[in-house]
Nanobody
Framework: QVQLVESGGGLVQAGGSLRLSCACS????????MGWYRQAPGKQRELVAG???????NYADSVKGRFTISRDNAKDTVYLQINSLKPEDTAVYYC??????????????????WGQGTQVTVSS
């Protein structure tokens, strides 16, 4: 089992910044990629950024240049730095840890874990 604990969400004005953190514990050896998804009201959950064990990153087009994902292997923690926030970034952000290093949904069956979610609200 893997446990994920997120922190860092909150209310921020447009143009501001936030840093989300996700601490991973448990059977970390089985995890080959970690990332952040978000879900806005009435919308499907979407992948915004991911990073593999080898450090390969992947970003949604809508966040490229504004979001940066990084990891501290010594702390088993993944971070999402969010800059130039827009009202459309408002969503619940979920940390994800997965056994596959491929983010395509057909690899979800290999196993994945979710954090409890942290709310990010951007006011205009």
């Amino acid at each position: 089992q893997v446990q994920l604990v997120e922190s860092g969400g909150g209310l921020v004005q447009a143009g501001g910044s936030l840093r989300l953190s996700c601490a991973c514990s448990g059977s970390i050896f089985s995890i080959n990629a970690m990332g952040w998804y978000r879900q806005a009201p009435g919308k499907q959950r979407e992948l915004v950024a991911g990073i593999t064990r080898g450090g390969v990153t992947n970003y949604a087009d809508s966040v490229k240049g504004r979001f940066t994902i990084s990891r501290d292997n010594a702390k088993d923690t993944v971070y999402l730095q969010i800059n130039s926030l827009k009202p459309e970034d408002t969503a619940v952000y979920y940390c994800n840890a997965r056994r596959s290093s491929n983010w395509a949904p057909q690899y979800d069956y290999l196993g994945q874990y979710w954090g409890q979610g942290t709310q990010v609200t951007v006011s205009s």
